[in-house]
């Protein structure tokens, strides 16, 4: 049974097939040691004897297949022992996916593309880091796209990006994230400019489609792709149009058998449609929380998890930068330009005049080097936060990874704010 407890040290023998679960306080964190056995965290294995720290508001699971003894220090929330899970559905759903890839392989063809999907809160990043976790302890190198801009695990809130995984996730922070191809969007709901979601997810899915012709074995390895838990109207039309840009062979629908008939009904018959029962552990998350774990995204991308990062703070001329956004009011189309439609308003680059609404906006970084280049489907290299506007220097300082000079001129505004206080 699930039990509160504030100790120095409280040891838990998980027997085969179970996994202990467990939240961290708000301000506080948990050490976690392995003292016996083997086990793992959502499919990286837990190495003996060391010391993970778990930060603030993780939700963690150590599940293991032939049992372990876990010892955790610190303020856990709540922290128990279940043996029932899913985790065997999900390693049969890998053991699929390897046969995949083994006859890609062989023939010499791309290996399989799977899109997870589900509502809110089932655990589909989990799940997706359990795949690629998987993949990866088996010598392969998928691509694990996450076209959430809710969340940006990838970049950040905002953003869709990709990855070429080459080593499982690290426990305590995640895939590594050395370079990751990210696209700037600008919101946090996929609805909030529909166009130009769905424009980039077509556009990652070709840059994906390019780094998989340039190697054989990140070809076979296959894609693995992570989506936002809107899965009606709209939303669900954005499925169907990831699931096509991409090419899935796989489906896997997380918890919802509506979706899961739905997807069968209107899908092509050669993608496979998998229906995957979500883990008990899984925590929902309000609204609030959902905005407090943006806020942390962005905080850990300037002072990283463990506040050990050293951000820059320096003042940026207006006439040193271009800045735009993605995005132009619609008009009706009486009043547009003859042969415009109002769509295409939603994916044009609007020049913006700098002023104090730029105030604690995110801004990217784009690669582009002028502005005669496609900036809106072009890459970003990295972001910024606008902390002060300077109207009569015409100066706005910025909060950014790394000292000045900028990489480059050009940025892009997001609607996503971020107040840069401790
Ligand atoms: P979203 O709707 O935001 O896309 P999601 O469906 O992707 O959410 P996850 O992010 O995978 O869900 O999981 C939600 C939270 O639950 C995460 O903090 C994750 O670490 C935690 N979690 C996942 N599986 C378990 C488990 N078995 N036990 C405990 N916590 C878990």
Request: aromatic share 8%.
């Amino acid at each position: 049974n699930p039990h509160y407890f504030h100790f120095q040290g409280q040891e838990f023998k998980l027997q085969a097939h179970a996994e202990l679960r467990f939240e961290v306080e708000a301000k506080a964190s948990v050490e976690l040691e392995m003292t016996e056995g083997r086990g793992e965290m959502f499919g990286t294995e837990l190495a003996k004897n060391k010391k993970y720290i778990f930060v603030s508001g993780s939700k963690v699971a150590i599940y293991t297949w032939h049992g372990c003894t876990i010892v955790l220090k610190g303020k856990a929330e709540v922290a128990y022992i279940s043996k029932e899970t899913p985790m065997v559905v999900y390693v049969n759903t890998h053991a699929a996916l390897e046969q995949m890839r083994q006859k890609a392989e062989a023939e010499n063809t791309r290996g399989p593309r799977i899109l997870v999907v589900g509502p809110t809160d089932v655990g589909k990043s989990t799940l997706c880091r359990i795949l690629v976790n998987y993949a990866v302890r088996l010598g392969r190198s998928p691509v694990l796209a996450d076209i959430d801009v809710g969340q940006g695990n990838m970049g950040l809130p905002g953003t869709i990006g990709a990855l070429v995984v080459e080593r499982t996730a690290d426990v305590e922070e995640g895939f590594q994230q050395t370079a990751p191809l990210v696209f700037h969007y600008g919101h946090k709901s996929p609805n909030d400019n529909f166009q130009l979601y769905n424009m980039l997810v077509s556009r990652l899915a070709e840059i994906i489609n390019v780094r998989c012709e340039q190697s054989k074995k990140v070809n076979c390895s296959g894609v693995i792709i992570n989506t936002a838990g809107w899965i009606r109207g709209a939303g669900y039309e954005a499925l169907k149009q990831a699931a096509g840009a991409f090419e899935v062979d796989v489906i896997c629908v997380l918890d919802q058998e509506r979706l899961y008939n739905q997807l069968k009904g209107d899908l092509p018959d050669f993608v496979k449609i998998v229906l995957l029962p979500k883990s008990g552990g899984v925590v929902e998350r309000s609204q609030a929380t959902r905005a407090e774990s943006r806020d942390n995204r962005i905080r850990e991308y300037f002072y990283g998890l463990k506040n050990n990062f050293f951000p820059h703070s320096f003042d940026v001329r207006f006439n040193d930068v271009k800045i735009f956004k993605v995005g132009a009011p619609s008009l009706p189309e009486s009043c547009l330009p003859l042969g415009m439609k109002s769509q295409d308003s939603q994916t044009k680059l609007v020049p913006l005049v700098p002023s104090n609404s730029l105030l604690h906006h995110v801004l990217s970084i784009s690669a582009a080097t002028t502005v005669d280049q496609d900036i809106v489907e072009t890459n970003v290299l990295g972001f910024l936060v606008v902390t002060s506007v300077d109207m009569d220097k015409s100066v706005f300082t910025v909060l950014s990874p790394a000292p000045r000079p900028l990489p480059r001129n050009i940025l892009l505004v997001m609607d996503i704010q971020f107040m840069d206080i401790k």
